[in-house]
């Protein structure tokens, strides 16, 4: 379903990803721009090649779930959508405006493609193990990915959604944590560290796979065995990331978890992107 | 089931998910370790394919809840009451309300009655929660076969509905086949002098504080709110005009309930004198049902008290 790109391509799309997050952040003054530089290169493989999609049947039965269960890092999905074509670029002007399809957080009744509503952190994964057991009971084949954010992960709800499918060992659900080290306030370590955290996913029974959460390629290997894993019990991939990626300024600083460059930073982040 | 029969709306209630599953092949229903308590259980033995025990994790079954309705599933979430509004209250806010997922819930356990659970487990504020919720439909019946029938509707509803339920035994009023429509009142009893609006298991006792009422020459209008959202404007706005004084009883908090919702329509189309009985912004305690109910006049010696004041107070009480 998706179109065959190699990894140089698929660089090239995140490049633009990037570059397309700053603009809509800037022209809307609003936006969470930490962590949604940081998931770029996770919904790049997604989107342009792992996820079973297609942008003209949002419907379709058989598609592959995704759930942004970091609902705030909107900007970077509704990037990464209308580039895989749900919907026109153009419609990231509106983005965070009254009456957009772009809410704040994703709307699954106002937005094409989005397969659930998220913005109260800790929810995705119990809907996206809700999806799974619904697509037993019904005997089809597509897979459900949710995307987690490190800080999301210190709610309560993660683990009781991990606990039944890690016991259940439910097949066909992955979990990605976009692991970028920051949340809203601080580093995580400083809030309320995860870790030991591969151990605590094995221990309420998931395989855990860790991969560099910026390189394309590291991304798909890990994607494509979570594939074959999956068949026999929950998978989570832990992606390392850095919180505001590729704008030097917004790297790993929480100040920027929030909030959208102004003028200035806006010329500074492009150049800095441009450059690379 | 006789008219009159004390039966447990838990026990109908979990009879009747059973009755519906026979006839609505994609209904589920998921429980969180109490299915022996709401008689959920019932249905996980008729149907143990379509019934998901969770686990003490009321938060997680109402997410699973959310993600099963999006494939043509109707699930039902089941747990008391007090944990089911609260302790999952943002999940049933933003993963069911807000994404309208077409998701029931049962809050067993309305109110206070509890099996001596007392405070930590009486319900006295989840009508309030719900109703506040944008979408959400409210339900407080007032029997056995109300509590099916209010199962019956959820289940042709398309979108979020909340359904209470009480524990203890409750007479049977309404007759065999008896319908709720959504947002109408049903008057039980016409009288002049002072309206009593009820929901919920407070209903039966109005019912006989109305004959009690009648004896002392006092002549009540009964009138059950079966569902509290939406509630039945015109009802109200009519015992308004014509009685002018209203008297609203309800298994439940006075803040926000049954009382807050008559109380909100009648400040908007035609303000009279109203008194709410109902739970005062207090915990209950552990101790016999009907001690406890009795403390706040919520007996039909009670109802009828406060009815007769108001009667003779006139408008202006
Ligand atoms: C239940 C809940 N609590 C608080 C918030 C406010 N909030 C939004 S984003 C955020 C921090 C999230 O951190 P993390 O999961 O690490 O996301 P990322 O760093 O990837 O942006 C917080 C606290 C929320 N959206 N939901």
Redesign the pocket.
């Known amino acids: 379903m998706a179109p065959e790109y190699d990894v140089g391509s698929l660089e090239s799309v995140a490049r633009q990803i990037r570059a397309l997050i700053i603009d809509t952040a800037h022209a809307a003054g609003a936006g969470?721009t930490?962590?949604?530089l940081?998931?770029v290169e996770i919904l790049t493989a997604l989107y342009f090649s792992f996820l079973k999609v297609d942008p003209s049947r949002p419907d379709w039965e058989e598609r592959d779930r995704f759930i942004l269960s970091?609902?705030?890092?909107s900007l970077g999905y509704y990037v990464t959508l209308a580039l895989r074509g749900y919907f026109p670029l153009d419609s990231l002007k509106t983005f965070d405006r009254e009456d957009s399809a772009l809410q704040a957080?994703p709307d699954m009744h106002k937005c094409k493609g989005v397969d659930y509503s998220t913005?109260?952190?800790?929810q995705g994964l119990s809907i996206g193990l809700g999806m799974a057991l619904g697509r037993l009971k019904k005997n089809l084949q597509f897979m459900t990915v949710v995307l987690?954010?490190?800080?999301?992960?210190q709610?309560g709800q993660v683990w009781e959604a991990a606990m039944f499918a890690g016991s259940k060992r439910i097949p066909k659900l992955i979990a990605i944590v976009?692991y970028?080290k920051?949340?809203?306030?601080n580093t995580?370590d400083a809030n309320l560290s995860l870790e030991p955290f591969s151990i605590k996913w094995e221990a309420f029974g998931w395989n855990v796979l860790s991969v560099n959460g910026h390189n394309i390629a590291d991304l798909l290997s890990a994607l494509s065995r979570a594939r074959a894993m999956a068949e026999r019990g929950p998978v989570v991939i832990i992606a390392n990331t850095i919180?505001g990626k590729g704008v030097s300024f917004m790297e790993g600083n929480y100040e920027w978890?929030?909030k959208a460059p102004n003028d200035q930073e806006y010329i500074a982040a492009k150049k800095e992107l441009s450059d690379r | 089931m006789e008219l009159g029969e004390e039966i447990a709306q838990r026990t109908a209630f979990g009879q009747a998910l059973v009755e519906l599953g026979a006839k609505i092949p994609n209904m589920l229903v998921l429980d969180a370790d109490v299915g022996p308590s709401t008689q959920t259980h019932l249905f996980g033995r008729a149907y143990p394919d379509r019934f998901i025990e969770v686990g003490i994790a009321e938060q997680n079954m109402v997410g699973i809840a959310a993600g099963l309705s999006t494939l043509g599933f109707i699930p039902w979430v089941s747990t008391f009451a007090v944990f089911m509004t609260k302790r999952a209250g943002?999940q049933i806010r933003n993963s069911i309300a807000h994404a309208r997922a077409n998701v029931k819930i049962n809050g067993a356990y309305g109110g206070l009655p509890t099996g001596r659970a007392g405070a930590t487990h009486s319900a006295v504020e989840d009508l309030a929660v719900m109703r506040a919720m944008p979408g959400m439909i409210v339900m407080d019946p007032a029997d056995p076969r109300e509590a099916i029938a209010c199962a019956q509707l959820a289940m042709d509803i398309e979108g979020p509905v909340y359904v209470r339920t009480v524990r203890c035994p409750v007479p049977v009023i309404f007759p065999e086949h008896h319908k709720v429509a959504l947002g109408k009142a049903v008057k039980l009893h016409e009288g002049k002098d002072v309206a009593i609006i009820s929901s919920g298991m407070m209903t039966p006792r109005a019912l006989k504080a109305v004959e009690v009422l009648e004896g002392q020459g006092v002549s009540a209008r009964l009138l059950h709110m079966p569902t509290i959202k939406p509630i039945d404007v015109e009802a109200i706005r009519d015992a308004t005009e014509s009685i002018g004084t209203i008297l609203t009883v309800e298994n439940h908090s006075v803040i926000g309930g049954l009382g807050g919702a008559v109380c909100e329509v009648a400040a908007e189309h035609a303000p009279c004198r109203i008194k709410r009985l109902g739970f005062p912004d207090i915990f209950l305690e552990s101790g016999d049902d009907e001690v406890l109910f009795g403390r706040y006049g919520l007996d039909s010696a009670g109802i009828a008290a406060a009815a007769k004041a108001l009667a003779e107070g006139g408008k202006k009480g």
């Open positions: 969470h930490g962590g949604s940081s998931e970091k609902g705030h890092a957080h913005g109260s952190l800790g987690l954010g490190d800080g999301e992960c709610e976009d970028n920051v949340q809203l306030s995580i919180k978890h929030g | 943002d």
